[in-house]
T-cell receptor, first 113, second 114 residues
Framework: SAVISQKPSRDICQRGTSLTIQCQVD?????MFWYRQQPGQSLTLIAT?????????ESGFVIDKFPISRPNLTFSTLTVSNMSPEDSSIYLC??????????FGSGTRLTVV | DQQVKQNSPSLSVQEGRISILNCDYT??????FLWYKKYPAEGPTFLIS?????DKNEDGRFTVFLNKSAKHLSLHIVPSQPGDSAVYFC?????????????FGAGTTVTVRA
């Protein structure tokens, strides 16, 4: 299975600023996803990161707020833009290798003050 | 619209006893189901999965049962250990339609009492 390095592991940010989260995978993977877990809630899919093209966003999430880059098959970034306290969550990247299953990064705990 | 539901937010069980966690789903296109364990401030850790062609899968202390007609699955942990105290998420995907996106339940917090 794949190994994911996600950073930063946590950050405290001022409202109105932006934070970029990085995920580095140790092998080439086609399918990569970004999830959010708000306090006390389940994991919700933000978008599918597509290599070389624009990400596919789920209902309720937009590119202006959560721009995603996927320059190659081993790396992706998620930016949380113009942050407000409501964006305080754990953000996770995940990859799928059909023969091996799903792997998640360790998560980024974001607190917006 | 929650397609995967875990109706029990918490479960307390004595060490050594069986923990049973339940999950229901509504999307008939789901054909692959997973259970994850999550500690605070960590990413989810895969526990066990089951494909819709099976009704049971066992891995050590963990067994998942799938009842397709009822759109219900359950995770049995036996015997329960203190290290099992965590939040458990049920998740589902529709791989047969090439949809690998996971839909998660709300989670069940398990507390194992010594």
């Amino acid at each position: 299975s794949a190994v994911i390095s996600q950073k930063p592991s946590r950050d405290i940010c001022q409202r109105g600023t932006s934070l970029t989260i990085q995920c580095q995978v140790d092998s080439q993977v086609t399918m990569m996803f970004w999830y959010r877990q708000q306090p006390g809630q389940s994991l919700t899919l933000i978008a599918t990161a597509n290599q070389g093209s624009e990400a596919t966003y789920e209902s309720g999430f937009v590119i202006d707020k959560f721009p995603i880059s996927r320059p190659n098959l081993t790396f992706s970034t998620l930016t949380v833009s113009n942050m407000s306290p409501e964006d305080s969550s754990i953000y996770l990247c995940s990859v799928v290798i059909p023969a091996y299953g799903y792997t998640f990064g360790s998560g980024t705990r974001l607190t917006v003050v | 619209d929650q397609q995967v539901k875990q109706n029990s937010p918490s479960l307390s069980v004595q060490e050594g006893r069986i923990s049973i966690l339940n999950c229901d789903y509504t999307n008939s296109m789901f054909d692959y189901f997973l259970w994850y364990k999550k500690y605070p401030a960590e990413g989810p850790t895969f526990l066990i999965s089951i494909s819709s062609i099976k009704d049971k899968n066992e891995d050590g202390r963990f067994t998942v049962f799938l009842n397709k007609s009822a759109k219900h699955l359950s995770l049995h942990i036996v015997p329960s250990q203190p290290g099992d105290s965590a939040v458990y998420f049920c998740a589902a995907a529709g791989r047969i339609t090439n949809d690998y996106k996971l839909s998660f339940g709300a989670g069940t917090t398990v507390t194992v009492r010594a």
